[in-house]
Structures are given as structure tokens and as C-alpha cells.
């Protein structure tokens, strides 16, 4: 599903984001991407999601090599991958229903498409009531729910959460992560940036520690083992 192989990432004027990283994340998984600020984290999430293009090596996705992803390709590589930010950026004079139906007409759906789509993902992360709402009248965790029926809209394949949590308090926290678990037994690779100890400890899966722009640990059942 995912393939690094020997990917660095160099900013100038020799800043090392990554260093020559290689891994592979399997269909279904349930991977979180842990390491302390400068780690190489948000460098590895932009690669994935061709934001920025590595300095060396390959990354393939769905058997889609991606190193030298056209421009006019990007929107089709971000249909396969859901993105989820800490930084909800939803369009506050759009109600719910609205922000999610925006993210399906940009990309040229149909409108029985939507009429389809929306009612469907919304249910999913529970806010089939409230898809008349605005930004304004929602939690923070409610906010970030939208967000992630938004990044569902398209059917992705792969969901990248970059510090989803980062923004929520304790009990919001939980049920985003919650709801992260119920999309992954779905059938959806997720990929989970995060600084959060609890949160990568108690799930229990995969953990693959970034140092210095380098893997230094993989397990497959993991904790976030780095000092606070």
C-alpha cells in the first residue's frame, strides 16, 4: 500500500528532514508515526501526500509511484488519501452538511453522488443530526469530526491524521480516536501522526519511532517509548 525506499529529505541550505528512510505500511493497517519535534514526522506526512518531493529514493502508494507526481495528478493522488490536520480549516459560513458537500464539488461529483455520499460519512462519525450546524455551534471535538467526514467524502483508501487530537481535550481525544478504530476496521489504512504517549499506548498497534529524520524503532505491537 506504502513504499519508502531510501527516501532523505534535504531543505536548503542542508537541513535533513529525512534520512534515508525505507518502509513499507500494509493494507488495513493501523500505524502511528511517533518522534519528538524535528523528528521528521510533518516531513514524511508532506511526502505522503505530495506536498513537498523527496530529495532521493522512491514512495509508492497504491502501486503509484509518486516521486515524480505531475501537478495535474496531485488531486487524483488526494482522492486515494484522506487528510486529517490539527487545525480543523472548515469554512465557518458553511453548515456541516455544506463543508463536506463543498469537498465532493471541487472534485466534480455528481449531484446524486453527494446526495449519496454526504448522509453516508456523516453517519459514520455521528453528526447525522447536526448537518445543519455551523463550525461555530460544534465542539471542538464535534469540528474535527466534520473534518474527518470531509477527508471520507472521497472513499480513501488511506487516511492520514496529522496530530488530530492536538487541538481536543482528554474525552474528545478518546472518541476521535475511537472513531480512527472504527474507519481502520472498515477496511482503511490509517496513518497517525502524533506527540500523544497516552493515545499511541493504548492502542496498541504498530509504532514506528522517527529520530533525527531516521526510523529508530518499528514494532509491530508498540509504545511510545521516547522521554517526554
Known amino acids: 500500500m506504502i513504499t519508502l525506499e531510501n527516501v532523505s529529505k534535504v531543505y536548503p541550505p542542508s537541513v535533513h528532514g529525512l534520512r534515508d528512510v525505507s518502509l513499507t505500511i500494509d493494507p488495513g493497517e493501523f500505524v502511528s508515526i511517533v518522534g519528538q519535534s524535528g523528528a521528521g514526522k510533518t516531513t514524511l ?13 522512491r514512495i509508492e502508494i497504491g502501486g503509484w509511484d509518486i516521486t515524480r507526481i505531475r501537478p495535474r495528478e496531485v488531486p487524483e493522488l488526494r482522492r486515494q488519501i484522506g487528510v486529517v490536520f490539527q487545525d480543523f480549516k472548515l ?13 465532493l464539488e471541487v472534485a466534480g461529483a455528481s449531484s446524486k453522488r453527494i446526495r449519496d455520499v454526504v448522509p ?17 455551534q460544534l465542539s471542538g471535538g464535534e469540528q474535527q469530526r466534520v473534518v474527518i467526514a470531509r477527508a471520507l467524502a472521497h472513499g480513501p483508501k488511506i487516511l492520514l491524521a496529522d496530530e488530530p487530537t492536538g487541538n481536543l481535550d482528554t474525552i474528545n481525544t478518546g472518541e476521535i480516536i475511537e472513531l480512527l478504530q ?40 508498540g509504545k511510545y517509548l521516547l522521554p517526554s
Open 45 to 57: 506526512a508532506r511526502l505522503l501526500i505530495a506536498e513537498e518531493r523527496p530529495t532521493q529514493g
Open 182 to 221: 472504527k474507519i481502520n476496521a472498515f477496511g482503511t489504512t490509517i496513518v497517525l501522526v502524533t506527540h500523544n504517549r497516552e493515545v499511541v499506548n493504548s492502542l496498541r498497534r504498530r509504532v514506528i519511532t522517527l529520530g533525527d529524520g531516521k526510523v529508530i524503532a518499528d514494532h509491530r505491537h
Open 120 to 136: 453516508q460519512v456523516l453517519k459514520i462519525v455521528g453528526l447525522d443530526e447536526k448537518g445543519h450546524r455551523f463550525p461555530r
Open 91 to 103: 469554512l465557518p459560513k458553511k453548515t456541516v452538511w455544506e463543508n463536506v458537500t463543498f469537498a
